[in-house]
Every structure is written in structure tokens, then in C-alpha cells.
């Protein structure tokens, strides 16, 4: 059973930044992929980015050139930096780890509100 750790949701403005972190308790050769997902409501989950062993990165058309992700392998932690927020970018974001073996693991998510 892997762990995710997520921080840096809140309430922030239109216009503003946050930055989601999550720590992974499993070893960096046991992943293949993190990413994030986020789930508006009334909304199906939906993935926001993600990032491969090996550094490819895929972001949503809705989020490109805002997000970046990024991951550092020696803490087994991925970043979402979210710049230019909008309040269509409210949802409950969750980290998500792809694991080599095929299993994939969820956070407890996170609630980022973006509103004046």
C-alpha cells in the first residue's frame, strides 16, 4: 500500500498562484508515473498533469502554459505549480501514482477554491 501526502490547497484569487505537493511513501524504482487529477462539482474526475519516470509531462488543454509539474526522485515528491488561476480551476485535487506493476494509488485530495 502506497501513501500519498498532499499539501497547498486554499482560497486564493483569480489571478493568483498555489503550489500542490504530494510525497509518495514507495520507492522511486516502484513508479512509473504521478500525476494530478481534479474533480469540480457535479463534474467527472479529470486529469490535470502528469509525469513519467523518465521526465514526459502531459498537461490538459484547459491548464496549458499555467501548470507546470515537477517531481523530485529522491523524495519521491511531485509538484503542480498552478499560476493564472481562474475560478474554473476550483475543484478538489487528488495526487495519483502509477506504479510498475500496474496499480495506481489515490490521495485524500485537496481543495483549491479560486474566487474574488
Known amino acids: 500500500q502506497v501513501q500519498l501526502v498532499e499539501s497547498g490547497g486554499g482560497l486564493v484569487q483569480p489571478g493568483g498562484s498555489l503550489r500542490l505537493s504530494c510525497a509518495a511513501s514507495?520507492?522511486?524504482?516502484?513508479?512509473?508515473?504521478m500525476g494530478w487529477y481534479r474533480q469540480a462539482p457535479g463534474k467527472e474526475r479529470e486529469l490535470v498533469a502528469s509525469?513519467?519516470?523518465?521526465?514526459?509531462?502531459n498537461y490538459a488543454d484547459s491548464v496549458k502554459g499555467r501548470f507546470t509539474i515537477s517531481r523530485t526522485y529522491a523524495k519521491n515528491t511531485v509538484y503542480l505549480q498552478m499560476n493564472s488561476l481562474k475560478p474554473e480551476d476550483t475543484a478538489v485535487y487528488y495526487c495519483?501514482?502509477?506504479?510498475?506493476?500496474?496499480?495506481?494509488?489515490w490521495g485524500q485530495g485537496t481543495q483549491v477554491t479560486v474566487s474574488s
Open positions: 495519483n501514482t502509477l506504479m510498475v506493476d500496474g496499480s495506481q494509488f
Open positions: 509525469i513519467t519516470l523518465g521526465g514526459s509531462t
Open positions: 514507495a520507492s522511486i524504482f516502484s513508479i512509473n508515473a
